[in-house]
């Protein structure tokens, strides 16, 4: 597992870049890796931070339709659920990996687990990719450049230290230094049975 962020980033990158090809929300994914694999689901992590981002763009235009936006509000909510539960399919990936480490006594729980961390990484990968869409604009005001070419700085600074620190919680992880649980995310909102708003309607 080290360097598991450079494998991560690599898979990210590929999949931002293959959205990019058509950049519509509704571009079919074709998935190049074996499925079940960890390629697999990293690729389909930002796949769906892809389009999330770019739903997010379309629902902030100030002429949208209302039921449009309804609509793309609605396709929001359930790409949310969908990067949950994949986040939560990956931790139990690492959950696997690492089942037969002897936990030392005095081992540790980290604030997140590996999983969020390599879902922070998606997203950056994708501010990555478009703020360096910005700083390569050709019709932008060179102010505006320099001050993209100073967030990008920070974005790159900011994968680099994420990638450590992901490494580092997975030697720990593997050396027994840490420990790690997965946490269902219990969202309420999107549960009838939770969401007063939903089972007051029954």
């Not at 931790?91 to 696997?96: G, H, R």
């Not at 604030?111 to 703020?131: C, F, N």
């Not at 490494?167 to 969202?187: F, N, P, T, V």
Request: glycine share 2%; proline share 3%; with cysteine.
């Amino acid at each position: 597992m080290i360097n598991f962020s450079r494998q991560s980033i690599s898979v990210f990158e590929k999949a931002t870049r293959d959205y990019h090809v058509k950049d519509h929300v509704d571009t079919e994914m074709k998935n190049p890796y074996e499925e079940k694999t960890i390629e697999y689901y990293l690729y389909l992590k930002n796949w769906i931070d892809a389009v999330q981002w770019h739903l997010e763009d379309i629902i902030r235009n100030p002429s949208i339709d209302p039921a449009e936006a309804l609509n793309i509000k609605r396709r929001i909510d359930v790409s949310n659920q969908n990067r949950t539960d994949l986040v939560e399919l990956i931790d139990s990936y690492f959950l696997d990996q690492y089942k037969d480490v002897k936990v030392q006594k005095e081992a540790t729980i980290n604030t997140e687990s590996p999983a969020w961390a390599v879902d922070r990484l998606s997203i950056l990968i994708l501010k990555i990719y478009h703020m360096e869409q910005e700083v390569g604009r050709g019709d932008a005001a060179a102010e505006h450049i320099a001050a993209c070419q100073a967030k990008l700085n920070i974005l790159l600074e900011q994968r680099s230290d994420l990638s450590s620190a992901l490494d580092q919680l997975l030697e720990d992880i593997a050396a027994g230094r840490k420990y790690m649980k997965a946490y269902k995310q219990m969202k309420m909102y999107n549960d009838p049975a939770l969401n007063p708003v939903l089972y007051s309607k029954g």
